[in-house]
């Protein structure tokens, strides 16, 4: 959860280059984490926001369609679709080390 958390916080802001994905989608733990997230009544507002963004978008709600249903800009949408599209593989290598950590943390 650690390394979602960080990358809707940060916006999805990546140092290093690559090719883009060409959808937006979450594994089944990840959509319970954001689904967390929309639903946490702590959380700042822009970041449950940006997280009902991701997991409309995820299901497959158009970025019009999403932005309409939120009250949002549809220049806000993309922008956060764009994010996290950019900050995937960042994502992917987070949970690769939080894996790794806990299975090393186990073995002690």
């Known amino acids: 959860m650690t390394a979602l958390l960080i ?12 090719e883009k994905i060409a959808f937006l989608s979450l594994t089944a733990m990840r959509k319970g984490i954001v689904g967390q997230i929309i639903k946490s009544a702590t959380m700042a507002q822009s970041i449950v926001q940006r997280a009902a963004i991701i997991n409309m978008s995820a299901d497959g709600t158009a970025k019009r369609k999403t932005a309409r249903l939120s009250g949002i800009d549809k ?7 764009d994010r996290w ?9 987070m949970e690769s080390i939080e894996t ?9």
């Open 75 to 81: 220049n806000t949408v993309k922008k956060w679709c």
């Open 7 to 18: 990358l809707i916080i940060s916006g999805g802001h990546s140092i290093e280059q690559f």
């Open 100 to 108: 790794s950590n806990k299975k090393y943390k186990k073995t002690l």
């Open 85 to 93: 599209l950019a900050a995937y593989p960042k994502l992917i290598k």
